[in-house]
């Protein structure tokens, strides 16, 4: 073994380059599985930020199915979610070929892939305004000739949302009528799910202010010979009662999600039955609902039950309601973030803090798990890797903070001393950052720089509790947690206090700009971060118009509130470096708010970058745009920290003195 040269933190030489961090950040998403054939969603950077449809074989030959330049992406939220759907078609009265059903990212209309066509056709009509009607999580109709889905409708500055039905036939095209409305009445709409006897259909909704997580309700209505859907009732939840993703176990039975007693936790309800506990415990059996068509659960045709469960990191069990036990599946994967079924197939998406995102597949016998395809090709040796020590922190007033630790790790360097740690604030802010492998992280702790990944009070992963801790407290908890849990690692001589920055993505960009008011941290990066939360309630997209009622407070009783917890108006106590990064069509986060903070800091004279990507939206996903944003950020902190540009690394202009 080669002695490791002691080097300055910061300089450390990596294999892990920007580049390669761009290239491997590949999302595999949404799988699907019919008998031995499988389907699931791929990002492409490479590829613009395409996103497309792949398909495995019995024989294990994987197909991408989209040609350029289609792209199979929902903007139903603007955060989306499942795109596509797997159909059977038909030949006289047997199945022989399966199509997909699917979004296209460009002008949100439903298209139809039959196998071996060389091109999609439309199934939906035409809008007067391109991409003002989307579809998402699609399913199919009882009797195969109908895909039902989430609907949303964009007309001058209103949004309207129903679950619907759409022909596979096309003839909505030329007869916009054929897309029957089954369901309206509410702001949403979330898993419509057809009976296995196409009786009825279940389906979950809710209404602003409230956010998914917040209180949603499960309601089933019956289908009507004509194929509406009459005489719906309200099974379960409410205003203070998160229920999400129903499944049907048979003809009259359901299992779903429910956090009434404070975790996500599996449920089954008959038909006019009071719904039981199927194991109660203190862990989530899902991730936070950001997205429509997650499926952290699924039903396999002996009754037992394939599911997600855990805290930050989601773990994957069968649950037998037999004996009750629910057994961990036999895997060194640690973070699952998708499953699904078709009652004797099981598929996933999971990884580790060593292993990229992986498409898998589970014997649901053995509970052995076999990975088919991963989301990095040639991941760096292991050596470069951190590994995270899970961190459980003291705050204010005794509160428990969450946070992975990503010591820097090499092979080849070594430093003396605390090392410089930038503190990683996830976004939402009710998300959730769990130990799963991203290179993004090992392209800094690769090079001496230390990462604190926090999960504050709001997160998700913790129960009902944790996240209502930053209820009206939006700006305070988070920015009081982040600063705590550093501060920790300070204490221990594990950080350098002279060294510390801050860096958050949407709510978190917002988290790292009042931290920097602050005397903790000597510099700062957002990504897409909010500046102006009056500005946000007033532009930002209809999904999260509302949500700022609830984490800060109902306009217009809390304008003096707003003001208050907005960067754009705390630039006179900020007096560190900041470097803004920033999507020029981001309709979540608008543009200008980036370009309002960095006039005000421009104007006070305070050192800060303020780079806009062209084409980008809410989350970069050109290649070019993930890497030239990863090396100013590391070119950033090098020379705040340090004084010095990386090697191979573009020096950064900064503005200001």
């Given at each position: 073994?080669?002695?490791?040269?002691?080097?300055?933190?910061?300089?450390?030489?990596?294999?892990?380059?920007?580049?390669?961090?761009?290239?491997g950040?590949?999302?595999?998403?949404f799988?699907?599985?019919?008998?031995?054939?499988?389907?699931?969603?791929?990002?492409?950077?490479?590829?613009g930020?395409?996103?497309?449809?792949?398909h495995?074989?019995?024989?294990g030959?994987?197909?991408?199915?989209?040609?350029?330049?289609?792209s199979?992406?929902?903007?139903?939220?603007?955060?989306?979610?499942?795109?596509?759907?797997?159909?059977?078609?038909?030949?006289?009265?047997?199945?022989?070929?399966?199509?997909?059903?699917?979004?296209?990212?460009?002008?949100?209309?439903?298209y139809?892939?039959?196998?071996?066509?060389?091109?999609?056709?439309?199934?939906?009509?035409?809008?007067?305004?391109?991409?003002?009607?989307?579809?998402?999580?699609?399913?199919?109709?009882?009797?195969?000739?109908?895909?039902?889905?989430?609907?949303e409708?964009?007309?001058?500055?209103?949004?309207?949302?129903?679950?619907?039905?759409?022909?596979?036939?096309?003839?909505?095209?030329?007869?916009?009528t054929?897309?029957?409305?089954?369901?309206?009445?509410?702001?949403f709409?979330?898993?419509?799910?057809?009976?296995?006897?196409?009786?009825?259909?279940?389906?979950?909704?809710?209404?602003?202010?409230?956010?998914?997580?917040?209180?949603?309700?499960?309601?089933?209505?019956?289908f009507?010979?004509?194929?509406?859907?009459?005489?719906?009732?309200?099974?379960?939840?409410?205003?203070?009662?998160?229920?999400?993703?129903?499944?049907?176990?048979?003809?009259?039975?359901?299992?779903?999600?429910?956090?009434?007693t404070?975790?996500?936790?599996?449920?089954?309800?008959?038909?006019h039955?009071?719904?039981?506990?199927?194991?109660?415990?203190?862990?989530?059996?899902?991730?936070?609902?950001?997205q429509?068509?997650?499926?952290?659960?699924?039903?396999?045709?002996?009754?037992?039950?394939v599911?997600?469960?855990?805290?930050?990191?989601?773990?994957?069990?069968?649950?037998?309601?037999?004996?009750?036990?629910?057994?961990?599946?036999?895997?060194?994967?640690t973070?699952?973030?998708?499953?699904?079924?078709?009652?004797?197939s099981?598929?996933?998406?999971?990884?580790?803090?060593?292993?990229?995102?992986?498409?898998?597949?589970?014997?649901?016998?053995?509970g052995v798990?076999?990975?088919?395809?991963?989301a990095?090709?040639?991941?760096?040796?292991a050596?470069?890797?951190?590994?995270?020590?899970?961190?459980?922190?003291?705050?204010?007033?005794?509160?428990?903070?969450?946070?992975?630790?990503?010591?820097?790790?090499?092979?080849?360097?070594?430093?003396?001393?605390p090392?410089?740690?930038?503190?990683?604030v996830?976004?939402g802010?009710?998300?959730?950052?769990?130990?799963?492998?991203?290179?993004?992280?090992?392209?800094?702790?690769?090079?001496?720089?230390?990462?604190?990944?926090?999960?504050?009070?709001?997160?998700?992963?913790?129960?009902?509790s944790?996240?209502?801790?930053?209820?009206?407290?939006?700006?305070?908890?988070?920015v009081?947690?982040?600063?705590?849990?550093?501060?920790d690692?300070?204490?221990?001589?594990?950080?350098?206090?002279?060294?510390?920055?801050?860096?958050?993505?949407?709510?978190g960009?917002?988290?790292?700009?009042?931290?920097?008011?602050?005397?903790?941290f000597?510099?700062?990066?957002?990504?897409?971060?909010?500046?102006?939360?009056?500005?946000?309630?007033?532009?930002?997209?209809?999904?999260?118009?509302r949500?700022?009622?609830?984490?800060?407070?109902p306009?217009?009783?809390?304008?003096?509130?707003?003001?208050?917890?907005?960067?754009?108006?705390?630039?006179?106590?900020?007096?560190?470096?900041?470097?803004?990064?920033?999507?020029?069509?981001?309709?979540i986060?608008?543009?200008?708010?980036?370009?309002?903070?960095?006039?005000?800091?421009?104007?006070?004279?305070?050192?800060?970058?303020?780079?806009?990507?062209?084409g980008?939206p809410?989350?970069?996903?050109?290649a070019?745009?993930?890497?030239?944003?990863?090396?100013?950020?590391?070119?950033?902190?090098?020379?705040?920290?340090?004084?010095?540009?990386?090697?191979?690394?573009?020096?950064?202009?900064?503005?200001?003195?």
């Amino acid at each position: 073994m080669t002695e490791r040269v002691s080097l300055p933190y910061g300089s450390w030489p990596s294999p892990i380059t920007a580049v390669e961090v761009a290239r491997g950040s590949t999302r595999l998403g949404f799988p699907s599985v019919i008998g031995e054939q499988i389907w699931w969603e791929e990002s492409r950077p490479d590829e613009g930020g395409r996103t497309t449809v792949m398909h495995r074989a019995a024989d294990g030959t994987v197909s991408d199915l989209l040609p350029l330049p289609w792209s199979a992406a929902t903007r139903v939220h603007e955060t989306g979610g499942r795109s596509h759907l797997p159909v059977p078609r038909r030949d006289d009265k047997a199945i022989t070929r399966y199509g997909i059903v699917f979004a296209e990212a460009g002008d949100q209309r439903l298209y139809l892939l039959e196998k071996g066509a060389r091109e999609p056709v439309a199934l939906t009509p035409e809008p007067a305004v391109p991409g003002a009607v989307r579809y998402a999580d699609p399913a199919l109709s009882p009797d195969g000739k109908r895909v039902i889905c989430v609907r949303e409708t964009h007309s001058d500055s209103t949004v309207a949302r129903a679950i619907v039905s759409v022909p596979l036939s096309g003839r909505a095209v030329s007869d916009p009528t054929a897309v029957r409305e089954l369901v309206s009445g509410a702001d949403f709409f979330a898993s419509p799910t057809p009976s296995p006897d196409g009786e009825r259909l279940a389906w979950i909704s809710w209404n602003h202010p409230r956010m998914p997580w917040d209180g949603t309700e499960l309601r089933v209505g019956a289908f009507t010979p004509e194929g509406a859907v009459s005489a719906p009732r309200t099974i379960r939840g409410g205003t203070t009662e998160s229920v999400l993703s129903p499944r049907w176990r048979d003809a009259n039975t359901l299992l779903f999600l429910s956090d009434w007693t404070g975790w996500w936790n599996l449920y089954e309800v008959k038909a006019h039955g009071q719904a039981m506990a199927q194991y109660p415990e203190e862990a989530e059996f899902t991730l936070p609902p950001w997205q429509l068509g997650a499926a952290p659960f699924g039903i396999l045709d002996d009754g037992r039950v394939v599911t997600l469960y855990g805290h930050a990191d989601l773990n994957a069990g069968i649950y037998d309601p037999e004996t009750a036990q629910l057994t961990p599946l036999k895997s060194s994967l640690t973070t699952w973030r998708a499953l699904a079924t078709d009652g004797k197939s099981v598929v996933g998406v999971a990884a580790s803090p060593t292993e990229p995102d992986a498409l898998v597949q589970v014997n649901p016998e053995t509970g052995v798990v076999r990975t088919l395809r991963s989301a990095v090709e040639s991941p760096p040796p292991a050596s470069y890797l951190p590994v995270p020590r899970s961190e459980e922190i003291s705050g204010r007033y005794g509160a428990r903070i969450h946070a992975f630790a990503y010591p820097p790790t090499s092979p080849e360097a070594c430093a003396d001393g605390p090392a410089p740690y930038v503190v990683w604030v996830h976004g939402g802010p009710t998300g959730c950052a769990d130990s799963s492998l991203d290179l993004a992280k090992a392209y800094f702790t690769s090079r001496g720089i230390g990462i604190l990944d926090v999960n504050h009070g709001g997160s998700t992963g913790y129960g009902r509790s944790y996240r209502e801790r930053l209820h009206r407290n939006w700006g305070v908890v988070d920015v009081e947690d982040a600063t705590a849990a550093v501060l920790d690692l300070v204490e221990r001589g594990i950080a350098d206090p002279t060294r510390l920055a801050v860096r958050g993505a949407s709510a978190g960009g917002l988290t790292t700009l009042l931290a920097l008011t602050g005397t903790t941290f000597a510099c700062g990066t957002s990504y897409y971060g909010v500046t102006d939360l009056m500005r946000l309630a007033a532009e930002t997209h209809d999904f999260e118009s509302r949500y700022l009622d609830t984490i800060i407070g109902p306009l217009p009783g809390y304008a003096s509130v707003y003001e208050e917890r907005s960067p754009v108006n705390r630039v006179h106590e900020i007096d560190v470096p900041v470097l803004l990064l920033q999507g020029d069509q981001d309709p979540i986060v608008p543009p200008a708010q980036a370009g309002a903070l960095a006039s005000a800091l421009t104007a006070r004279g305070v050192v800060h970058a303020h780079i806009e990507f062209a084409g980008e939206p809410h989350g970069f996903r050109k290649a070019e745009s993930v890497r030239a944003a990863l090396e100013a950020e590391l070119a950033f902190y090098c020379k705040v920290f340090f004084g010095f540009t990386p090697p191979g690394v573009p020096p950064i202009a900064l503005t200001g003195g």
